[in-house]
């Protein structure tokens, strides 16, 4: 279950599709934040939009990756703080580079720019506004909240 998604074509075709939602991980189960982008697939001028579906099954167009808790504070910082947030994930032979990170739009307005890059060739971005920002903030808030009482629940039970 996708707890939400951000749908960014563009004209250029060089949209993405970010979705974030919780799962389960590892032996214990514990809650955590599963992350999947697809790379744009195509775009119609006459109606103006993108479409990311053709792309979804192969994996030279789609990333998915875990964030741990630090890393779901990490952004929860950043986007209290307005600054930048960076991670690095190696699992085999895969490197995978994470950066979230502010800037200032034309009008100026505040966003932050999301960028994942899977073995330096494959890039996959998309930019939040605020509000965007402020409900990535609330899900990894959320999701935090339930891996703690998880924990707690779990050191009760084996006491």
Request: net charge positive; charged share 25%; hydrophobic share 35%.
């Amino acid at each position: 279950m996708h707890m939400f998604t951000l749908y960014k074509p563009n004209s250029k075709n060089t949209g993405c599709a970010f979705s974030f939602k919780i799962g389960v991980h590892g032996k214990d189960k514990e809650p955590c934040i599963y992350v999947n982008a697809i790379q744009q697939h195509s775009w119609n001028e006459k109606t103006r939009n993108g479409s990311f579906s053709e792309n979804a099954k192969n994996p030279d167009k789609t990333i998915t990756f875990k964030l741990n808790e630090v890393e779901a504070a990490g952004l929860i910082y950043a986007v209290s703080e307005y600054v930048e947030y960076k991670a690095f994930h190696s699992y085999e032979d895969n490197k995978t580079t994470i950066n979230f990170k502010p800037y200032s739009k034309q009008d100026g307005t505040k966003a932050f720019s999301l960028s994942v890059v899977k073995n330096s060739a494959l890039k996959f971005g998309v930019g939040f506004e605020m509000s965007e920002a402020y409900l990535l903030r609330a899900f990894c808030e959320k999701v935090l909240n339930e891996l703690f009482e998880y924990r707690i629940n779990s050191q009760k039970q084996s006491n």
